[in-house]
């Protein structure tokens, strides 16, 4: 198959959430399985050519009508030695003047105070149109055109409708994932004018895909004939539930009375780049093996974090601000280190965590807690309050840096994912790659988690289900070590084998690619 890849984000070259994992291992699978795959991504100031090689310009720029003037977009074509899959980058400024992916950054709102950190950019919707458009542009200039398109989530979802206006295109099938369907991850239009405005798409299918007054991307593609997967089969259920209108502004609703079908297929895992028997990959100071119940490298992390980092009086790190200290017995084995690590956000139920953290630390003496993350300020500031009221217990790294994060993680003995709704996870996978056992509300694809088996589940999400389930795996690993190593072992045979990005490629995407293109 010939398959083009639309998305603003990938790992390794430009990152922010989720999608950049999932866009780079598909592309990276796919195109190890003998197809041919180019990826569509927007050039950022963040952008890193770090795994790109092969840098060439397209001489063909392309004019695009946007907004009631044409704008001048330029590609660049490339390869991604990571991968080993065709890159083609677009140009224009309104992506290169960006420091991050779709929100401001603290150094763009000193140089102007209405960019404001962690908010989204201002020209979002110009950005998401442009890149779209461009996109389907290109299809004008090449002379290898694609058998289907692969949109990632709303930034991209109005792809469709506009490769139906490509005459290059009219053979093309569209697919495109949702992979957060939560407020404000819709990327919508807040009226028919602005859409129409943005777009040039016409008033008969921006009326079909209203939600509330605002024309919704993700109903632009269904009524241009796009498919539609998510990220795990339990989400999948979910945004097509109408009882689930509140965590997807309604859409769900919609879904349920158009009676879309999605497909769900759960997210892979590149284990090869976390694989802590290897230190390049993983990035951990010392290695050990799940499968085998190996940890001693495990413990080796722990004793490192601690005296290089949670106790250290001099820790700088770019990236990273740290609150509070550890204050640990010197028999490390003993102490019980619960992490958190992801976005400082309403969904990701940090207000949950927040509240049930004082209750775990009254019954345990033992027992700390690390919080990694940035995101809304004042549950940040809730953090930073239990690193005062609790000294010693809590720490907070306030920020991102990758060898840190990654070394928390291995470094503790749980992870909490106390997430009102999660479409897939990937903490899950990354803590049971590192031995490092999850504690996670039974919703989306955190339902990938077995409990009692590869990690623990609870049902309702709040401080008193989420503080009796920690205090229940704290006593099965105290009193039970032989299930606890078991539950570890599970955990690490279901990131290295079920849930391989080679097997998800190889048993759900290619049968679903193949049924999209004998779809008449």
Known sequence: ????????????????????????????EFSQAGHEVTLFIPVFKCTSFDLIKDLIDVKENQKIFICGKE????????????????VVFVEHKAFEEKEAVYTYTANEQKKNPLCIKGHGHTDTLFMDTLFQKAVCSYAAISSDLPQIIHCQDAATASLPSFAKQTPELKNTKCVVTIHNAGPAYHHEFSSLGEAAWYTGLSEKLLSKSLNNGKVEPF????????????VSEQYAKEITDPLNADITENLSKIFAKMKVEIKGITNGFDFERYDPTDTKKSKLPYTFNPL????????????????KIANSKNFICEGLKKFGTLECSKNLDNEIFIAYHGRITTQKGISVLVNTIPTVLSNFDNVSFIVAGQGESDLENSVIELTKAF????????????????????SSDFITLPSFFEPCGLEDFIAQAYATVPIAHRTGGLTKIKDLKTGYLYNNNNEAALSLTICRAICIKQY???????IIKNGAESVQKEYLWKNVIEKKYLPYFEEILNFS
């Open 219 to 230: 109903l632009l593609a269904i009524n241009s004939k796009a498919f539609l997967s998510t």
């Open 391 to 410: 000294p010693g217990k809590v720490i907070f790294m306030n920020g991102y840096n990758q060898e840190i994060v990654r070394l928390l993680t291995a």
């Open 480 to 486: 039970n070590s032989k299930l606890h190593e078991q």
């Open 292 to 307: 085998k119940i190996d940890l001693e490298g495990k413990r080796l992390c722990k004793k490192y974090f601690v005296e």
């Open 1 to 28: 198959m010939n398959i083009w890849f639309a998305s603003m984000e990938c790992a390794g070259i430009a990152e922010a959430g989720g999608v950049k994992n999932v866009t780079f291992s598909l592309c990276k």
């Open 71 to 86: 704008e001048i977009v330029k590609y660049q074509q490339a390869v991604c030695t990571s991968g080993n899959f065709n």
